[in-house]
């Protein structure tokens, strides 16, 4: 057996998909195939906590309420 060529093989696909019905497959040939072109944004994967402790973070450091490395370094010196 040969090994088809992405063209050949997409067009065989194409017919298989246009002669099923159920649409329990289609639905998982998309999400299959959804999966394959889909570009995951990190961000969408963290899970909401984080997602809300960096977006405060990121406030707080858009209004000023920062401190320099040096200082956080000699508060957390005792346990590094």
Do not use: C
Request: hydrophobic share 40%; aromatic share 4%; charged share 30%.
């Amino acid at each position: 057996m040969a090994i088809m060529n992405v063209i050949e093989l997409k067009s065989d696909l194409h017919s298989l998909i246009d002669k099923v019905n159920d649409i329990t497959i289609l639905n998982a040939i998309k999400d299959i195939l959804n999966a394959q072109v889909k570009e995951k944004d990190f961000w969408e994967e963290l899970p909401l906590n984080i997602q809300e402790s960096v977006k405060r973070g990121m406030e707080q450091a858009r209004s000023g309420n920062t401190k320099a490395h040096s200082e956080v370094m000699k508060s957390y010196k005792k346990w590094l």
